[in-house]
């Protein structure tokens, strides 16, 4: 007799195809707990296609209320069953479910664990799921607030970056305490700094990368010098003086910085130097 046939067994056909046989290491747990407890609902909650459609999870649950779950498991000495439930969870420290081979001790188990929640446990699951929920509206509450804070930041930065400039330099001149005026406006320096810094060095990568620049490779007065595809080779006499300019200039940075309209200093023996069109 299929275990199917009991009317407490059931497969949602839709979800899991044509389910018609049960794990042969789960078989006896479901098919003598099914018998012993009639109003217990088993729930087909995952099927293997492996040999046909084959049954290998089931939820338990009583009046609507979920009592547990068991399932299949892969162990070193082959297939047991693994029964979870919060009561399990709760009772072991290092695992929160109970794995055996045997399906006497699993009946034991479930018979033991699985049960309508008492009033001191359904108080602790009301309460944890009150935390829970409670917790992540404040998180929820705050990403909204956020995104809309956001939102207002942008607006304003693009206004007082763009066509409401000189209304918020002239809140900085006039309301602006000085010290705080005195920083704002040295920010503003830096930044107009970086920005020339910035056209500079993006102007060295795209000519860099359109091989465009001069590389040069400087060695005990001698300059190997790299343009496209053409490499030459001069000494302290030959060197162009336009070359010779722009080295002397980088020479004076630190490596892996930037002159504009000269180039970049990678290191104290390699120059990327900008090239003049014509």
Not at 82 to 91: K, L
Not at 177 to 192: G, V
Not at 255 to 271: A, H, K, L, P, W
């Amino acid at each position: 007799m299929s275990i199917f046939t009991l009317p407490n067994v059931i497969v949602d056909k839709d979800k899991y195809g044509n389910v018609e046989k049960v794990h042969s290491a789960l078989a006896p747990v479901v098919q003598r707990l099914a018998t012993l407890y009639p109003l217990w609902k088993f729930e087909v909650a995952q099927s293997s296609s492996m040999g046909g459609a084959v049954a290998i999870s089931f939820v338990v649950s009583l009046d609507g209320e979920r009592l547990g779950s068991f399932g299949t498991t892969h162990t070193r000495s082959g297939t047991a069953v693994e029964i979870h439930n919060d009561r399990i969870a709760g009772a072991r420290s290092r695992k929160g479910s109970y794995t055996t081979m045997d399906a006497d001790k699993a009946v034991v188990m479930a018979k033991k664990m699985f049960g309508k929640m008492n009033q001191t446990e359904r108080l602790k699951k009301a309460r944890d799921e009150a935390e829970r929920v409670v917790t992540k509206g404040v998180w929820n509450k705050e990403r909204e607030k956020a995104a809309h804070e956001r939102a207002i930041s942008d607006a304003a930065y693009k206004f007082i970056t763009g066509e409401g400039f000189h209304l918020f330099m002239q809140h900085v001149q006039v309301d602006m305490p000085i010290a705080d005026r005195h920083r704002l406006l040295t920010h503003l320096e830096k930044k107009q700094e970086i920005e020339v810094e910035m056209l500079t060095i993006e102007r060295v990568q795209k000519d860099f990368a359109s091989a465009k620049t001069a590389l040069v490779i400087k060695d005990a007065g001698k300059y190997l010098v790299k343009i496209g595809d053409e490499i030459s080779l001069y000494d302290d006499n030959t060197f162009p003086q336009v070359m010779r300019m722009k080295l002397g200039m980088l020479k004076l940075v630190e490596n892996e910085q930037y002159i504009t309209d000269m180039g970049c200093r990678v290191s104290d023996e390699v120059f990327v130097l900008l090239v003049d069109e014509t």
